[in-house]
């Protein structure tokens, strides 16, 4: 049986958040996770100043500020255009030493906290492996059962410490026995990423539509990028708008003169939004992080930003104990 002083159960970032942590305290990890490389969908698209200077911590600042875009805040609208108000997020660095707002494309970050990962001799990422379950002996330790994706080999890898970070369907959150409450928020709502080099002249932040019968939101993520959201109504499916002739009616209040040809669609999705609870966070040698433990309505990237809070608040500690400290 192979052993490792930590095993973190999902290469997503806040596993790889936290293994690279607890690699700078010195501290051996070995990551697993179910896919090669990146997942290749955009997902989150913003991070708050606090999250950035996590990302320093991380060693990767730098490098995030030079493929992201600073945003101007967020504005309540009513579905005619007209601003009920805006809550400013000013591009000078604010209290937590970084800019306020700050937008992206998901699988570029997450390739940047991967290459600074692979700098780390005390953390090794294994990929298309899948966790079938996990056991502690006692207060001596964990067991994880796997799978390799690849040869289907059935391995066994002992660990001190284990962190759930398998996000919202967690096969760790299961055996240690821990349950969701639903906080009882439930929508449906559609993605929709679009590049285009026309000029929207939009207001350089992040548009929240109050609307009771659909509300709505649109974001400049990058230089081409645009991120809209609309709410689903109860008869809609995503293929209700299954073409970009029908999304275009939906995008129109923001398009001005540009024509649907000027418009690349990168994808649509829908997504149930939730907010749940796991009832603990740990079980002994085990912790859940990220959406493992708690499930936020990705309502300006807080789904994102809470994970890496995790990662911060746990591996510091985890280390020390770690130490003996």
């Known amino acids: 049986m192979n052993r490792s002083p930590v095993v973190v159960i999902g290469g997503g970032p806040t596993g790889i958040a936290a293994a690279t942590l607890l690699g700078h305290e010195g501290v051996e990890v070995l990551v697993l996770d179910r896919w ?28 995030f500020a030079a493929i992201s875009r600073q945003a101007k805040g967020l504005r309540l609208q009513r579905p005619d255009g007209q601003v009920l108000a805006v809550f400013e997020r000013a591009a000078k660095l ?36 899948e966790v079938n379950s996990i056991a502690q002996t006692g ?11 690849v040869t289907g080999q059935k391995e066994s890898i002992s660990a001190a410490y284990v962190l759930g970070c398998d996000g919202a369907n967690s096969v760790v959150r ?15 709502w ?34 081409r990028r645009h991120r809209w959201e609309f709410q689903l109504l109860e008869h809609e499916t995503q293929d209700t708008y299954g073409s970009l002739a029908l999304l275009y009616q939906l ?4 398009l001005g003169h540009v ?46 930003c809470a994970g890496l809070r995790d990662a911060a608040n746990l591996s510091w500690k985890l280390a020390a104990v770690m130490r003996g400290d």
């Not at 390739?111 to 692979?118: H, K, P, S, T, Y």
């Open 94 to 129: 604010g209290r937590d030493g970084y800019p306020e707002a700050n937008m992206f494309d998901q699988p570029v970050l997450e390739q940047l906290l991967r290459d600074n990962l692979a700098e780390l001799p005390s953390v090794q990422l294994r990929g298309r492996v």
């Open 36 to 63: 090669a490389g990146v997942f290749p969908q955009p997902r989150a698209v913003h991070l708050d100043a606090e999250v950035m200077r996590i990302l320093g911590r991380i060693g990767i600042a730098e490098e």
């Open 259 to 304: 024509e649907p040809e000027d418009l690349d669609l990168v994808r649509i999705a829908s997504y149930t939004f939730k907010a749940r609870l796991a009832d603990r966070w740990r079980d002994r040698r085990v912790f859940l992080l990220g959406d493992a433990a708690h499930l936020t309505p990705p309502f300006v990237g807080q789904g994102l």
């Open 190 to 223: 559609l993605v929709v990423d679009i590049d285009t080099d026309a000029e929207l002249g939009q207001w350089e932040g992040v548009h929240q539509v109050c609307d009771s019968r659909r509300a709505a939101t649109y974001m400049q993520v990058g230089r």
């Open 174 to 188: 299961d055996n240690i026995g821990a349950h969701m409450t639903d906080l009882r928020f439930e929508q449906r």
């Open 251 to 254: 995008m129109k209040p923001w």
């Open 139 to 149: 207060d001596q330790g964990v067991v994880v059962e796997l799978s390799d994706l």
